[in-house]
Each structure stands twice: as structure tokens, then as C-alpha cells.
DNA sequence: AATTTTGGAGAGTCATACTATCCAAAGTCA
DNA sequence: TGACTTTGGATAGTATGACTCTCCAAAATT
């Protein structure tokens, strides 16, 4: 297919499908002479993750780049898999670095230290954030949260990696996580009005006065 | 205090808080004459929500306005308290509106209708954003997450809404969800890669064939 | 032959979030 | 008292990111 082709199908225009090829987010269709290069169901595939990256995902050009970089490179090992992953949906701009009491808390919690796992130096940088903002978060709450999140965890391992190949299930991983945490952020605050208007009951009249 | 301590105290400089102040995300101090005016304790605190909400929650300034809106005019009611805090926190830009079949599986789970909350319309939005990427989210997978979250909720509702001022309660209410999704998500990853490394130990060098 | 499309390159646009400059009045300190 | 600094207020400028537009000549289509 040619370009407009591909813009007709993705819904991307034909100025912006250029400056993604330009930026290497797109790799070039096949020359067939100067003034033409046929595309195909690879590129249609590329735009469309490389939109959910950006419009779900809210990722930079730049760290888009990263990501189809790291596709193209996949890791042989599956279990460096998530590691690539992790980091490249890392948080963007780079928060502070995590204070010692964070990075301790996450050792706590039976977690590796950060110098070997990125998603235990982002768990640290967020629980320094919290604590900078003046949000506390309980040990109790903390270990809460930490089951809860495991059990996510298990359906995340158990699907994400069939036995693919690893540039698939790399996608796989990348294009879930993106998709699904917002998923599970909408399901908090969904249990978090059925609790509250469990406890407040919905059509209350007296509620708040102090 | 003058704006110059404000800007000490907070690390925030004098032409960003005069922005500030011109958009509206922080009130004025008192005047005193024509070119002096004091702040207070609550100008620190203001600028100090407005950083976390733009550097955590990366909230436009456009957004924090409407926070900081909200906290003037507090919801009398408790039980619409969360709906204030969702809406303020709601994703931005706003996403393409749900697909019926995504709207039928949020009812399924028992949660209100997209009419009625706010976090019903995120959470069936986000369903189908995540149809639109080719993800598919089984049914059995959404009840796990769903009893996740609703433990995560438990805590949240527990420590936010104590018997303290709407007010407070609101910007407690705010402050916790920015600070703490972060949090969540961060434990997601972290328990992803124990999982991980549990089943794929990661010293296999066999792995990745295939 | 006339028209349309393409690849490629460069410049232009738009929004967001600051930064910088200016000013005159007001305060501070020697 | 008088030089120096700070302030509030207004206006203009800058940096970045993500496109979007314009041009061109060589194909390709009609």
C-alpha cells in the first residue's frame, strides 16, 4: 500500500505519518523507486501502537522512539523482558531520587534493592514523592496494597508470557501495561464510590455539616 | 512573610509564582499597600499542592485551576466529595467516548452506570481504549483486578474521609489519589518482576530460544 | 499531455509553561 | 536624607514538544 493508503487506514495524516518516519518511529516502506515505497501491515501495526503509546500512554516522541528501539532489539532472555519494559515506560521527567527511608521501606516489603530492579526504584521514588507531599503511607496500608497488587501481578505473568517470541511478547507486555493501568486506577475509584456511598449513603440530606 | 520567602520556602521562583498568581492557581496575599503584600502559611501550602499536582500528577495548569476552584467551593455533601476529586483528576485530554460493549461490561461488575459516576465513565473508557490496542481483557482477569482494587479501596476510604472539614477532606482526598496511584502502580511492576523471576529464574541462561 | 501522488527536506505553527524586562511606588539602611 | 533594594503589576519573550505546511521534482495515472 502506499502512504495515503496507510493514512486512510490508521487515521493518521499523511504530514504526520512523514514526521514519524523522520523521527524513527515509522521505518521506511520498501523503495520502489524514487518517488515510491510501498508500506504494509507492519507499518499499519507500528502507527497504531506507536498512537496508543502516545494518546493512552501519554509518552514523549522521544521515549516512543525508545520503545520501537527496544522492539526492534528484543531481549534473548525473557526474564530481562520486564526490565525492558519497566524502563521504557518509566515516568517522564525522571522524578527525584528516592530518599534512604523510601528505598529502606521497599527492601521492607521484600522487594529487591534498586540497584537491581527498576520498578523497586520507581515504587521508592513514589513512595518519596508521597512522603515530600505529606502523604503517610502505613506500613499496614502498604502491605495491603502490596497483596493487592500481586494478585494483579499474577494475571499480568500468567498472560503476558505465553510461550511467544520475544519480540511479540514484548509488545505484548508493552502494549498491556500501557492499556491496563488505567484500567485498574478507574477500578480503584469505582470501589472507591461504592464505599463511599456505602458509608455515606447516596441521598443523605444531612451530610455535611463539619 | 514577603513573596520572596514564599519563593525561599518553597523553591519556587518569584516569576513563577507571579504567573501563578496571575492564572489564578494561588491567592493573593493581603495588601498592604500599593507595592507590599503578605503571605502566609497557607500561600506556602497552596504553592507546595500546586508543584505535586503539576510534577506528580502532571496536571495541566489549566486543570489545577479547576482544582484549586474546587477546594474554594467544597461539596457540602460527603458523598459527592469523590466526585469532585475525580473530575478534578479526570484524564486529560479527554478520551474517545466508550463503546456500548465496554459500558455493559462496567454494569456487569456491579458498577454504577456511566451516567451516574464519573469513575464508571474512566474505567469504561479505558476498557475500550484497550479493545481499540488489541487487548483483550477476560472477564475472569477483570474480577481478579476488580477485588483488588476494592481492597485498595478499603484503605483509601478508611483514611480519607475521617470527620474533618469538607475542605480538607477534599484536598486530602486529591493529594492521596495523585500521590499514591503512583504507588500502586509501582507495586504492580515490582510484584511483576518477582513473578517473574520465580518462573523464569533469572540466571537462566537457557532461556529465549524460541 | 495534463493531473495527481509521492518521498524528502525545511520552515512554520500552536499550545503550554514558564522567564525576563520594565516601571514606579514603597520600604530599608547608612 | 538619600542611595539602594524590593515589590506588585503588566507586557513581552523564550523553550519545548508535536505536529503541519510548503515546495520540489520525479514518477504514476488518466
Known amino acids: 500500500m502506499r502512504i495515503s493508503e496507510l493514512s486512510d487506514r490508521t487515521g493518521v495524516t499523511i504530514p504526520t505519518l512523514k514526521y514519524y518516519l523522520r523521527e524513527g518511529l515509522l521505518h521506511a516502506g520498501e523503495a520502489q523507486s524514487a518517488t515510491r515505497a510501498v508500506y504494509d501491515d507492519s507499518h499499519v501495526e507500528r502507527v497504531r501502537l506507536v498512537r496508543t503509546l502516545i494518546d493512552v500512554g501519554r509518552l514523549s516522541i522521544e521515549r516512543v522512539r525508545e520503545v520501537v528501539d527496544a522492539l526492534e532489539h528484543p531481549p534473548p532472555s525473557r526474564h530481562q ?101 488505567p484500567v485498574l486506577l478507574a477500578l480503584r475509584r469505582v470501589a472507591q464510590e461504592a464505599l463511599s456511598a456505602e458509608r455515606f449513603g447516596s441521598a443523605d440530606p444531612e451530610d455535611g455539616v463539619t
Not at 515516568?91 to 530492579?117: F, I, M, N
Open 81 to 181: 523482558l520486564l526490565g525492558v519494559v519497566h524502563e521504557a515506560l518509566r515516568p517522564h521527567p525522571a522524578p527525584e531520587p528516592p530518599t534512604t527511608e523510601a528505598v529502606d521501606r521497599v527492601r521492607a516489603l521484600g522487594a529487591p534493592g534498586c540497584d537491581e530492579s527498576l520498578a523497586s526504584t520507581q515504587l521508592a521514588q513514589a513512595l518519596s514523592a508521597a512522603a515530600a507531599g505529606g502523604w503517610v503511607v502505613e506500613d499496614a496500608t502498604l502491605r495491603v496494597w502490596q497483596r493487592a497488587m500481586h494478585a494483579v501481578a499474577e494475571t499480568d505473568v500468567a498472560e503476558e508470557l505465553g510461550s511467544i517470541a520475544p519480540a511479540d511478547a514484548l509488545r505484548h507486555a508493552i502494549v498491556g501495561t500501557v492499556l491496563t493501568d
